[in-house]
């Protein structure tokens, strides 16, 4: 996996900020090798985590740091998560099909998860993945209805998805120090990488902006400098 150069991230972001959090990082897994990758919403959930996580590395190394609160007693606690770890993970890519009740199911993709981001009641929502995912749809009165889905075919079938693409959620375990809680938390990476993505962007603009009010060069030049060129011009600007 390539990293992003300057003038893509910029283009990225700007193409991205009025965008689904959910389509930001398929956009910028697509950005990167569109021919060969194809379209990243379509994937299962696992391969889409592990691209994000070698993009990550490529662009900005493979350890991720961030915050989190505590879920009893808000302390704020520091998390470090190694993105080299998903290669020591299989991610089913394809697959057999998961059975459940007669019926076959395939694994969830991007594209399954945005027809249900919006759904507020989660039983409802896993359900309509559930008919989306199925390899033997039906409609109309063959439909089944929420009724007809027991809590238990909903477990059933999320912990057969799991253990086909254990990628699909990336979980941190966390042991609050101030309260002794334990929970685990999920970590969104598109989310995660997009913000670094964001961030890289308003700085590198900041030094265009600087740049080119202390030279008078256009943005393209700047951008097209060597990091470590533009930070010996920046430094000469404050000095």
Same mark, same amino acid.
């Given at each position: 996996?390539?990293?992003?150069?300057?003038?893509?991230?910029?283009?990225?972001?700007?193409?991205?900020?009025?965008?689904?959090?959910?389509?930001?990082?398929?956009?910028?897994?697509?950005?990167?090798?569109?021919?060969?990758?194809?379209?990243?919403?379509?994937?299962?959930?696992? $391969?889409?985590?592990?691209?994000?996580? $070698?993009?990550?590395?490529?662009?900005?190394?493979?350890?991720?740091?961030?915050?989190?609160?505590?879920?009893?007693?808000?302390?704020?606690?520091?998390?470090?998560?190694?993105?080299?770890?998903?290669?020591?993970?299989?991610?089913?890519?394809?697959?057999?099909?998961?059975?459940?009740?007669?019926?076959?199911?395939?694994?969830?993709?991007?594209?399954?998860?945005?027809?249900?981001?919006?759904?507020?009641?989660?039983?409802?929502?896993?359900?309509?993945?559930?008919?989306?995912?199925?390899?033997?749809?039906?409609?109309?009165?063959?439909?089944?209805?929420?009724?007809?889905?027991?809590?238990?075919?909903?477990?059933?079938?999320?912990?057969?998805?799991?253990?086909?693409?254990?990628?699909?959620?990336?979980?941190?375990?966390?042991?609050?120090?101030?309260?002794?809680?334990?929970?685990?938390?999920?970590?969104?990476?598109?989310?995660?990488?997009?913000?670094?993505?964001?961030? $890289?962007?308003?700085?590198?603009?900041?030094?265009?902006?600087?740049?080119?009010?202390?030279?008078?060069?256009?943005?393209?030049?700047?951008?097209?400098?060597?990091?470590?060129?533009?930070?010996?011009?920046?430094?000469?600007?404050?000095?």
């Amino acid at each position: 996996m390539r990293a992003l150069a300057q003038s893509e991230l910029l283009a990225l972001w700007e193409t991205g900020r009025a965008l689904h959090p959910l389509d930001r990082g398929l956009l910028a897994l697509n950005a990167v090798d569109p021919s060969r990758h194809g379209d990243a919403a379509d994937w299962p959930v696992g $391969q889409r985590n592990r691209a994000l996580a $070698q993009l990550r590395t490529a662009c900005f190394g493979p350890a991720l740091r961030g915050w989190t609160e505590c879920a009893q007693c808000r302390e704020q606690l520091e998390f470090e998560w190694d993105a080299r770890g998903v290669n020591e993970n299989a991610s089913c890519e394809c697959g057999e099909p998961i059975l459940l009740r007669g019926r076959a199911f395939r694994l969830p993709t991007s594209r399954d998860l945005a027809q249900v981001a919006t759904e507020p009641d989660p039983r409802t929502a896993a359900i309509r993945l559930m008919e989306q995912c199925s390899l033997d749809p039906r409609t109309g009165a063959e439909q089944q209805t929420s009724s007809e889905w027991t809590e238990a075919d909903i477990d059933a079938l999320g912990e057969q998805m799991a253990l086909a693409d254990p990628l699909a959620e990336v979980a941190l375990h966390f042991d609050c120090p101030a309260c002794g809680t334990s929970f685990d938390e999920r970590l969104d990476l598109a989310a995660f990488l997009w913000a670094e993505i964001e961030g $890289q962007a308003k700085r590198l603009l900041l030094e265009v902006h600087t740049l080119a009010s202390a030279y008078g060069w256009s943005e393209a030049e700047i951008v097209s400098l060597a990091p470590a060129r533009r930070g010996f011009y920046l430094a000469m600007v404050h000095a």
